[in-house]
């Protein structure tokens, strides 16, 4: 049995400026994925040339937090937003969706594929091994916040967080930290070192995602104003994530089979 470490959410505290671990793992994660990004467009087959990285990773960015907010308050929180309005802006707190967070960089990146002339795909291609990065960095934020906890464990590694009681926990956060990040990062990013068919990273990416979030989501404790959605067990991560399982095959199915057809 481990204790939770009682970590202080605020990094530094500057006179009424406070910068919180939270937001300082996005900002990691965006400066991440702009390194490796730069990193992967000197190969003679991507499609966004160095110089074009900067503005790629501002659509990017803008993308992720607006669609993440947006889509945590629409799937998870929208009671509590319209008794108080100004916790849309709160982000330090938490409160980021990830389903809501791709569609605002499904957007963006549609947008910026047709700025640079090249198709959605293949500038999802690229842009798909950037992304773990910042997913794991945001579970270890999710997880100095204090949030986001699995349901009593009794193996070796359950972890005691006080609030919740003293029975140890599954560090869900961390799960999703090596899953959706070590694990999701380490595949794609050898998966793609060659090129591939069009949409093949990409599909890649939704099936091994949705995959392990649909799993990990057995062990978390769904959020308390939602609970389970049916059956004592699904909740809204799972079902949020079925359609990425599921047109993740779907996209690798039409990139190989597209591919032989060539």
Not at 67 to 75: A, H, K, P, S, V
């Amino acid at each position: 049995m481990l204790m939770y470490p009682d970590i202080d959410p605020v990094a530094l505290q500057i006179g009424p400026l406070a910068v919180h671990w939270y937001g300082l793992m996005y900002g990691l994660g965006f400066l991440g994925a702009y390194l490796l990004g730069r990193y992967r467009s000197h190969a003679s087959w991507t499609p966004v040339q160095p110089r074009q990285m900067e503005d790629l990773l501002i659509y990017v960015a803008v993308g992720v937090i607006a669609g993440g907010r947006l889509g945590y308050i629409l799937f998870y929180d929208l009671g509590a937003v319209a008794d108080d309005p100004m916790r849309l802006f709160r982000v330090w707190q938490g409160g980021m969706s990830f389903h809501g967070g791709l569609l605002g960089v499904l957007l963006a990146c549609g947008i910026f594929a047709r700025r640079i002339g090249c198709t959605f795909f293949q500038l999802m291609d690229f842009v798909a091994p950037l992304v773990p990065l910042g997913l794991g960095l945001g579970r270890i934020g999710n997880f100095i916040n204090g949030e986001l906890w699995g349901h009593t464990t009794d193996l070796p590694w359950g972890m005691v967080y006080e609030p919740l009681g003293m029975d140890p926990r599954h560090p869900s956060q961390l799960y999703q930290f090596l899953l959706e990040g070590v694990l999701l990062f380490t595949v794609l990013w050898l998966f793609s070192r060659k090129p591939r068919p069009t949409m093949a990273v990409s599909g890649l990416f939704l099936a091994v995602y949705g995959s392990v979030r649909f799993l990990v989501e057995f062990v978390r404790i769904p959020d308390a104003h939602i609970g389970y959605l049916a059956f004592d067990w699904l909740t809204m991560g799972q079902l949020l994530s079925l359609p990425m399982l599921i047109g993740g095959a779907v996209l690798l199915g039409l990139a190989y089979r597209g591919s032989q057809n060539t």
